[in-house]
């Protein structure tokens, strides 16, 4: 059984202290993580945006949202060098490229990816105009003396080479027209500004019904290259929205806040980890040195003090090698303290011949999950998804989370 909980989840002193100092909450931290991590903004390398002309009359570009391409060197007439690195180092093994590619005549041309500090991660993704995507047939990728060269032919057409599909802030203003315009029950909001003068969009799904309900976050995009994650995302949230007695009975108890790209800087500038301040912003939820943290972190606590509405469950989209759900071990002392359990053992026996992976940690490094936690006791979760997961296996997995999610939620008695 659900154990009873108290309306005031969070603590007191949390509310003593926003009410009579706002402006001020946030650099004086409620908790402080036990594994410290500098979240101090730092100098960061700007790639010069260009195209590139070789004698060869191959030519590369970078001059577009979500592009990474650092050099572009001839090696000899057929063979040339794509190099990629990053906005600084130390910086997490996730090294983004992106970039097109075209010739005055058609021919078979060799591209050799040279990294700095990294290694190669994420095999090419193909397309003609930048939103249909194909893998590359694994015959194209070699790998001599540790160096990965990709065979293309090319032509005067443009060919885009990329990490992963793009989805950038154009996408996401694209995505976001759509969910509202198919579905009144979503207000578009923006909880501020990037460094670089980028909306921080967000979306309250249910606005009509959110007095005094229970609070779910989703978020996503912390970190650029995980584009895998985002598109868990956008599937989570589609099936949240559509219009069936699941959904209709979910939004009459509870209401949710989307946060689907908190990094736009990282993002269009096709950074491999950090923002513009050259930091990783999933390690900045307990001093929130930089603004996008601050700016979220603010707006989440505001919203849920207006409306007198319990922060309950935060669910955190990324990406890594493999499918993984990062938890926390102290999820038992939650408001919810089975829902993880109960949420996963569900997904698991909805999809054949699927074992979930969990990994539960204590409280660590200040990360998403934990804040949620130590703020307001609230279920803590990070839905990993791998680089190379299925994109239709990753659309059935996440629609299949949100209807778990919302059928467990309802089966709970609060």
């Known amino acids: 059984m659900h154990k009873p909980r108290k309306w005031l989840a969070w603590p007191i002193s949390f509310f003593v202290l926003f009410l009579s100092c706002k402006k001020d ?3 004086k931290r409620q ?3 036990p594994a410290y991590v500098d979240t101090e903004s730092k100098l960061i390398n700007y790639q010069e945006k260009k195209t590139y002309s070789t004698p060869q009359k191959v030519y590369a570009s970078n001059l577009f949202n ?3 391409l650092n050099k572009f060197l001839v090696k000899n007439d057929s063979t040339f060098i794509a190099v990629i690195s990053p906005e600084n180092v130390p910086i997490n093994p996730s090294p983004w490229y992106s970039f097109k590619l075209w010739s005055e005549v058609p021919k078979k041309i060799f591209i050799e990816f040279q990294y700095e500090n990294a290694k190669h991660r994420y095999n090419p993704k193909l397309s003609k105009d930048g939103k249909l995507w194909e893998e590359i047939d694994h015959k194209q990728l070699n790998d001599l003396n540790g160096t990965k060269t990709l065979t293309l032919n090319i032509n005067k057409d443009t060919t885009w080479v990329s990490s992963q599909e793009l989805f950038t802030t154009e996408h996401l203003n694209d995505w976001l027209l ?4 198919s579905n009144s029950d979503i207000d578009l909001e923006s909880y501020g500004v990037s460094p670089k003068g980028r909306t921080l969009q967000s979306a309250i799904l249910y606005p009509n019904h959110s007095k005094n309900k229970e ?5 996503s995009r912390q970190h650029p290259p995980e584009v895998t994650g985002q598109l868990a995302f956008l599937s989570f949230v589609e099936r949240l929205q559509e219009d069936d007695k699941l959904t209709t009975a979910f939004k009459n108890k509870y209401q949710v806040l989307l946060f689907p790209m908190q990094n736009p800087d990282g993002v269009d500038l096709g950074h491999w980890r950090h923002n513009t301040g ?3 912003l999933n390690r900045d939820w307990d001093r929130y040195n930089q603004p996008e943290t601050r700016q979220m972190a603010e707006y ?5 003090i207006k409306r007198k509405s319990n922060i309950i469950m935060g669910i955190d989209f990324h990406s890594t090698w493999e499918d993984v759900y990062y938890t926390n071990h102290s999820d038992s ?3 919810y303290p089975y829902f993880t359990n109960r949420w996963l053992n569900e997904i698991k026996r909805a999809i054949p011949n699927y074992e979930p992976k969990i990994e539960p940690s204590n409280i660590g490094q200040p990360v998403s999950k934990g804040w949620f936690f130590v703020n307001f006791k609230a279920v803590g979760i990070t839905y990993e998804i791998g680089d190379d997961t299925e994109r239709d296996f990753i659309k059935t997995k996440s629609r299949i989370a949100a209807e778990k999610m919302m059928e467990v939620l309802l089966q709970t008695n609060p």
């Open 333 to 335: 002392a939650t408001a």
């Open 25 to 27: 909450i946030f650099p």
């Open 178 to 181: 759509k969910i509202s315009n």
């Open 300 to 304: 989440i606590t505001d919203y849920a």
């Open 31 to 33: 908790y402080q993580f």
């Open 66 to 68: 979500g592009a990474r």
């Open 215 to 219: 609070i779910i976050i989703l978020m």
């Open 278 to 280: 050259g930091v990783d």
